[in-house]
Each structure stands twice: as structure tokens, then as C-alpha cells.
Nanobody, 123 residues
Framework: QVQLVESGGGLVQAGTSLRLSCAAS????????MGWFRQAPGKEREFVAA????????YYADSVKGRFTISRDNAKNTVYLQMNSLKPEDTAVYYC????????????????WGQGTQVTVSS
């Protein structure tokens, strides 16, 4: 069982940066693939980024590639999403997720989800 708690969301202006954090419970955090997803109003939830258990491999949606960076600190049971050059279209609720299988994360069906944190980017 993994419990996830996101933090760091807020209201920012376009072009600025924000860093989201996701704290995980449990002693097996380092064995999980971690992902970030987002859901904008009226839209389906979409994949944003993922990182493998060791942190050695990362994956990004085309819409955020080059602007967002996912990272993890296994000693702190925390995964991060650094978001730079934010755009109004990045406005969404951002969710942290975990699963042992990278394919499951990539397909948007990880076993564990956080409650989400709101990110609003004004133009």
C-alpha cells in the first residue's frame, strides 16, 4: 500500500516556474515507478511524466518536454515535478501516481494516486 500526498500547486503567471512535490508513505518507495498526470477542466486526465524506480530513466509527454523535469529522492520518499516556462494551457489539477510497472503508468492506470494539487497559470 502506498499513500501519496502532493504539494506545491498554486496560481502563477505565464513564463514562471513551479515545483510540485509528492511525498509517499511506506518503506518500498524505491521499488515503484512514479508518474505525474494532470486533468484540465472538461478534459480527460493525461500523462505528464514518469520516472523509473532508480531515477535513471524519465519519460515525458510531448507537450511538456523541454519545460518540465521529473526527479525523485528515494531517501526522502519524494518525487518532484519542476515546471518551467509555464503556459496557461498547463492549468490543471496535477496528480502523483505510483505503480511497480512502467507500462501500467504509461497507459494511465497506476495502482496508487494522490488527491491532486491545483496549478493555475494566468496569461
Amino acid at each position: 500500500q502506498v499513500q501519496l500526498v502532493e504539494s506545491g500547486g498554486g496560481l502563477v503567471q505565464a513564463g514562471t516556474s513551479l515545483r510540485l512535490s509528492c511525498a509517499a508513505s511506506g518503506r518500498t518507495f524505491s521499488s515503484y515507478v512514479m508518474g505525474w498526470f494532470r486533468q484540465a477542466p472538461g478534459k480527460e486526465r493525461e500523462f505528464v511524466a514518469a520516472i523509473n524506480s532508480s531515477g535513471g530513466s524519465t519519460y515525458y509527454a510531448d507537450s511538456v518536454k523541454g519545460r518540465f523535469t521529473i526527479s525523485r529522492d528515494n531517501a526522502k520518499n519524494t518525487v518532484y515535478l519542476q515546471m518551467n516556462s509555464l503556459k496557461p494551457e498547463d492549468t490543471a489539477v496535477y496528480y502523483c501516481a505510483a505503480d511497480r510497472n512502467i507500462v501500467v503508468v504509461a497507459r494511465g492506470s497506476p495502482a496508487y494516486w494522490g488527491q491532486g494539487t491545483q496549478v493555475t497559470v494566468s496569461s
